[in-house]
């Protein structure tokens, strides 16, 4: 076996697992789970239908590299949604199966690790998603943890990376808005790590699947493509950009997102995954098509979140402590005694699921960044997040 797998650390949900083994909720309560950052919304119906209507294509095997049309589209829809001029369909766009597979994959592609008296490093935020730290491990490499903690507003700062270990550093991953704080890199911080990345040529991989859920219709999230424009790096070198339908059109299950960038990059992303054997359903590529096509239910989704985060954030006051996020759809929650603890408690309490902060972070310069913090994904409809909210102030006066 591969003895690489030995490094993985469990699953942030199979943690979760372990810690409420055995509890028994109050039956009283009905229960409700807001641990999981599942979409909860319906599938919009068109989509249903593109799926449905393109069934004859399961005949046929699919290109690796998609259709000419989605990737068409998927173009037509950066330079929309981030005043990009042009992008490039058949270079510097490539269509995935769901974000995730392909943010453990890049790292894959990215990573040497040959010939290197100390193993390369790869730069995730802290908290952060936990398929960074398993791509970087099982590409040979050593994941290098960036606090974004509330003492640093919830941002990275990149210059806290020593400057002898820079050299060292073959990829940078960043997730904006961020999972699970909702930040939103500024112009300032992509300048400074496209910098960086000049001076050391490293990778980026931008995390953008929570893009297109935000509170202020007037001010959608930057995006890495739109900060490297803006600051006159129109080919876009060593950057790469992961994003998905799952949150955007409620379509988890399709598995449908894309790749956008630097095109010699792609060009080794597309001979990876073309030996990788993941290539998108042709009937998946016509159902994301017509979502990427609309946005009409994409500003609905963003109502019904919106709906939700103005109702709950009154009801959680003292001695939790919470802000509105500027993107994503998690609230990031302080907790006044231990998160594990606070989960557990609360569960126990009041029969509400919510995942410990930590669980999401590593220990890093003595501290983990999520302690004393808990994730509570707003998925719930309307009325369950409100009750949520409810449960957790009375349980948090307890304490």
Known sequence: MNPLLDRLQPYPFEKLRALFAG??????????????????HPTPEFIKRALTDALDSLAQYPATAGSSGLRETIAAWLCRRYGLPTVDPASQVLPVNGSREALFCIAQVVIDAR?????????CPNPFYQIYEGAALLAGAEPLYVDASAEKALSMDFDEVPQ???????LVYTCSPANPSGRVMALSEWKR??????????????????????????RPPLGALEAAHRLGRSSYPRLIVFSSLSKRSNAPGMRSGFVAGDAQLLKSFLLYRTYHGSAMSPAVQAASAAAWQDEAHVRENRRLYAEKFHAVLPLIGPPLKTSMPEGG???WVRTPIDDADFARDFLAAYNVTVLPGSFLARECNGRNPGHNHVRIAMVAPLNACVEAARRMTQFSKKL
């Not at 509890?23 to 909860?40: F, R």
């Not at 010939?115 to 730069?123: K, Y």
């Not at 790590?193 to 007037?218: H, K, M, N, P, W």
């Open 329 to 331: 759809f998690y609230f």
């Open 164 to 170: 002898a270990l820079w050299p060292r550093v073959q």
């Open 115 to 123: 010939g290197h008296q100390e193993p390369p490093l790869v730069v």
């Open 193 to 218: 790590l496209f910098e960086l990345s000049d001076r050391y040529g490293f990778v980026i991989a931008s995390d953008e699947c929570y893009s297109e859920l935000y509170f202020d219709e007037s």
């Open 23 to 40: 509890i028994k909720p109050d039956p009283a309560y009905a229960p409700i789970a807001l641990h999981i950052g599942e979409p909860k």
